[in-house]
């Protein structure tokens, strides 16, 4: 069956950086449509970087400069890269396949997704 599995969360100091990967088996990422997300306590589940089967991506405001999504075909397994990492990036950090094409605005909508990570943990200290 379809499984998605984070890891690379941590506890980092501001200005440090991190790289989640998300591994995934029984679903092909060369074919899918992807993306990160991050949820906060009282928060809303927020999208931070997608990417379609082409390799096209689109990240968020909040992210774009600091984080930078990419996949590895041969190794089926998506990224994250984080820089200059902030408190207000603290979250538990989740990635997502979508079965079906979307449009790399609308993957920023997490009700587009079908399959998703457990998550992995993000702490980033003053």
């Known amino acids: 069956q379809v499984q998605l599995v984070e890891s690379g969360g941590g506890s980092v100091q501001a200005g440090g950086s991190l790289r989640l990967s998300c591994a995934a088996s029984?679903?092909?990422?060369?074919?899918?449509?992807m993306g990160w997300f991050r949820q906060a306590p009282g928060n809303r589940r927020e999208g931070l970087a997608v990417?379609?089967?082409?390799?096209?991506?689109l990240h968020s405001h909040s992210v774009k400069g600091r984080f930078t999504i990419s996949k590895d075909n041969a190794k089926n397994c998506l990224y994250l890269q984080m820089n200059s990492l902030t408190p207000e990036d603290t979250a538990m950090y989740y990635c997502?396949?979508?079965?079906?094409?979307?449009?790399?605005?609308?993957?920023?909508?997490?009700?587009?997704?079908?399959?998703w990570g457990q998550g992995t943990q993000v702490t980033v200290s003053s």
């Open positions: 997502a396949a979508a079965d079906r094409p979307y449009s790399l605005w609308l993957l920023l909508n997490s009700h587009v997704y079908n399959y």
């Open positions: 029984g679903y092909p990422v060369d074919s899918a449509c």
């Open positions: 990417i379609d089967s082409s390799g096209d991506t």
